[in-house]
């Protein structure tokens, strides 16, 4: 008995170890997070970009060493493994944008029935929704294309009648470029949505001043929620350049390092709103002010970062 209590007790210090862990609000916090598609993507997005960015400072700081003496090489090989790593990252997050049109087809169905609180907003998430279901189809045959899992013309759909034998070239080049103009015209929409926004938070913030015996909760709300608004558009700010950028056959910028700057703004603005979303807020007692509710009016459907 001694010895199965030595045992017993042996078992607890050591497979048992994480007795001694106490409970972590923060990692539940970032399991909560990441269990969704949209928090993984934000996480991944955030790597992707920091990968990117770290990369070509990796390979001027290996140069200027050669240039010194300090390196044999001007290369380094981790930099081209960040590179190679962003690249796989990127890859994986347009695989898995192959389930973004689902969301979105139920965010404009529910949208019908439980529209924006103005007429303007509804209209704009109307147009917004119909960009979305240009954005993805586009998007998903520019991916199997580019990985050649699809022939390069295809039959049309007036073709499976049995009349015309007429098939659609699938050029990737043009079909990535088209797809980012349905993009860049939901980030434009996007600040038409922030205006309309901005307005409904300036009419609760003077209906709070107007009022009497306003609560605490009530305040630490509207500055929640202007933070949300702030923070939406840090990330579509930077969006911006980055529409204009990938929508031109061209591009628009020289440096694919701003790009990537602009890239991992967003992705930090994305990930810092999506944090917050997920935390768990003390539950707040129901106003009975007659102020309706514009949390739905700042946020409406994920946005899908580049």
Not at 28 to 54: A, N
Request: hydrophobic share 45%; aromatic share 12%; charged share 20%.
């Amino acid at each position: 008995m001694p010895h199965a209590h030595a045992i017993a007790r042996l078992n607890d210090a050591t497979l048992g170890a994480f007795a001694f862990v106490p409970p972590s609000a923060t990692l539940d916090h970032l399991v909560r997070y990441l269990s969704t598609w949209s928090g993984t993507d934000k996480l991944f997005t955030l790597m992707q970009y920091t990968l990117k960015l770290v990369a070509p400072v990796l390979i001027a700081r290996a140069r200027l060493q050669h240039r010194f003496g300090l390196r044999k090489e001007p290369t380094r090989n981790v930099s081209s493994s960040f590179a190679k790593f962003a690249d796989i990252i990127g890859d994986f997050r347009m695989l898995g944008r192959f389930c973004g049109l689902f969301p979105v087809l139920q965010w404009m169905i529910s949208m019908e029935r439980s529209p924006p609180p103005t007429r303007a907003l509804l209209n704009i998430e109307r147009l917004q929704g119909w960009s979305m279901l240009v954005y993805y189809p586009l998007e998903h045959l520019y991916y199997l294309r580019m990985h050649n899992l699809i022939p390069v013309a295809i039959p049309s759909i007036i073709s499976l009648t049995g009349r015309y034998s007429r098939r659609i070239n699938l050029n990737a080049g043009k079909l990535a470029v088209w797809s980012c103009r349905a993009w860049a015209v939901y980030v434009l929409l996007q600040f038409a949505h922030l205006l309309e926004d901005r307005k409904l938070l300036l009419m609760k913030e003077r209906h709070l001043r107007k009022g009497k015996d306003v609560s605490v909760e009530e305040k630490k709300d509207l500055r929640r929620r202007w933070g949300v608004f702030w923070n939406e558009v840090v990330a579509n700010t930077a969006n911006l350049p980055l529409a204009i950028h990938w929508s031109l056959e061209k591009g628009f910028f020289s440096n694919e390092l701003w790009p990537t700057i602009f890239a991992l703004v967003n992705a930090m603005a994305s990930f810092r709103s999506g944090w917050k979303a997920t935390a768990l807020l003390p539950r707040k007692p129901v106003a009975e002010n007659g102020v309706g509710d514009f949390d739905n009016s700042l946020v409406t459907v994920e946005k899908q970062e580049m």
